[in-house]
């Protein structure tokens, strides 16, 4: 059975920093870390970044110049290092994958904290 195994989360204070970690407990035959959404109280779920298997990322304007999405193909996890956070940051931030033997479908972590106080 695959999973996402999501770390990092935490209480930050407002222009620190902190690094996600998400690791596929599968190989990378059958699912793929793709990147971050996250979800605050009384909000749709967004998009935070994404990389792609050749490195190819996409940002949230409200993220971009403050993060960066990295993946490591050999420990199948993909690290999202944020810094210059802000309270509006705060949020449950989900991890996604996709399976590769399922093509259209992907995978959600649980979902890991994050607040950033002012």
């Known amino acids: 059975q695959v999973q996402l195994v999501e770390s990092g989360g935490g209480l930050v204070q407002a222009g620190g920093s902190l690094r996600l970690s998400c690791a596929a407990s599968g190989s990378s035959y059958s699912i793929i870390p793709r990147g971050w959404y996250r979800q605050a109280p009384g909000k749709q779920r967004e998009l935070v970044a994404v990389i792609d298997s050749r490195g190819s990322t996409n940002y949230a304007d409200s993220v971009k110049g403050r993060s960066t999405i990295s993946r490591d193909n050999v420990s199948n996890t993909v690290y999202l290092q944020m810094s210059s956070l802000k309270p509006e940051d705060t949020a449950v931030y989900y991890c996604?994958?996709?399976?590769?033997?399922?093509?259209?479908?992907?995978?959600w972590g649980q979902g890991i904290q994050v607040t950033v106080s002012s």
């Open positions: 996604t994958a996709d399976l590769p033997l399922y093509p259209g479908h992907n995978s």
